[in-house]
Structure formats: structure tokens, C-alpha cells
């Protein structure tokens, strides 16, 4: 696996400007989950017609967009958790060692 490296030319990587970009990556992944939910809306009397299916992709974007702003269900979090932790590797903190999933021989010192 090859290292991700900070983007050259002092690009903002603010807590806040990444909690940012956090968030619009949630955005994007609800809105890609939610596509599918709104394409199968049932057609009816009522339905738009064609005209509706063209709009429909921006109201599922902003939908997504709104519902990140206020919370999501919890990927800018993750997502935001991983950049700092990213960011800080990238400052010069040791990277972070998973813990062990074998557990050692009975008798023997941890």
C-alpha cells in the first residue's frame, strides 16, 4: 500500500476545512444511496412525467446535502476521525498499531 502524502502548495487542511469536505463526502454517499430509493417512487396520476425524472437527481443531492448538514447518520464523522489521524502520520506522529488479535501462549508474558 502506498502512502498518501499532504497536498503540496499549503492547502488548507484546517480541522474545519476538512470537517468540510467530510461532510460533502457524506453528502455524496447518501445521495448515491438514496438514487435508487427515489427512482422507484411510484408513478401515478400525479407523477411529473419526464419532467420530473430530470429534477429528481437534484432534489435526492440536496436531500443528501441537507441531511449531512445536520448530523448525517455518522460517516463525516468517521471520515473526518480517519483525516486527522491521516493528517497527524503526516506531521510526523508514529502511525498507530492495531492491537493484537492473537492473544499469547498461557505461561508467557504479554
Same mark, same amino acid.
Given at each position: /500500500? $502506498?502512502?498518501?502524502?499532504?497536498?503540496?502548495?499549503? *492547502? !488548507?487542511? @484546517?480541522? *474545519?476545512?476538512?470537517? &468540510? #469536505?467530510?461532510?460533502?463526502?457524506?453528502?455524496?454517499?447518501?445521495?448515491?444511496?438514496?438514487?435508487? #430509493?427515489?427512482?422507484?417512487?411510484?408513478?401515478?396520476?400525479?407523477? %411529473?412525467?419526464?419532467?420530473?425524472?430530470? +429534477?429528481?437527481? /437534484?432534489? #435526492?443531492?440536496?436531500?443528501?446535502?441537507? +441531511? @449531512?448538514?445536520?448530523?448525517? #447518520?455518522?460517516?463525516? !464523522?468517521?471520515?473526518?476521525?480517519? /483525516?486527522? &489521524? /491521516?493528517?497527524? &502520520? @503526516?506531521? %510526523?506522529?508514529?502511525?498507530? $498499531?492495531?492491537? @493484537? $488479535? !492473537?492473544?499469547?501462549?498461557?505461561? $508467557? *508474558?504479554?
Amino acid at each position: /500500500m $502506498t502512502a498518501i502524502t499532504p497536498p503540496a502548495g499549503g *492547502a !488548507n487542511t @484546517s480541522p *474545519a476545512a476538512l470537517r &468540510r #469536505v467530510a461532510q460533502r463526502f457524506e453528502a455524496q454517499a447518501l445521495g448515491a444511496l438514496l438514487q435508487p #430509493v427515489f427512482g422507484e417512487a411510484p408513478k401515478g396520476f400525479l407523477s %411529473g412525467g419526464s419532467a420530473e425524472a430530470q +429534477w429528481r437527481p /437534484m432534489l #435526492v443531492e440536496q436531500y443528501a446535502k441537507s +441531511w @449531512s448538514q445536520r448530523g448525517g #447518520v455518522g460517516i463525516a !464523522n468517521a471520515v473526518h476521525a480517519e /483525516m486527522l &489521524r /491521516m493528517q497527524g &502520520r @503526516s506531521a %510526523g506522529e508514529p502511525p498507530l $498499531t492495531p492491537p @493484537s $488479535t !492473537n492473544p499469547a501462549p498461557e505461561g $508467557t *508474558a504479554p
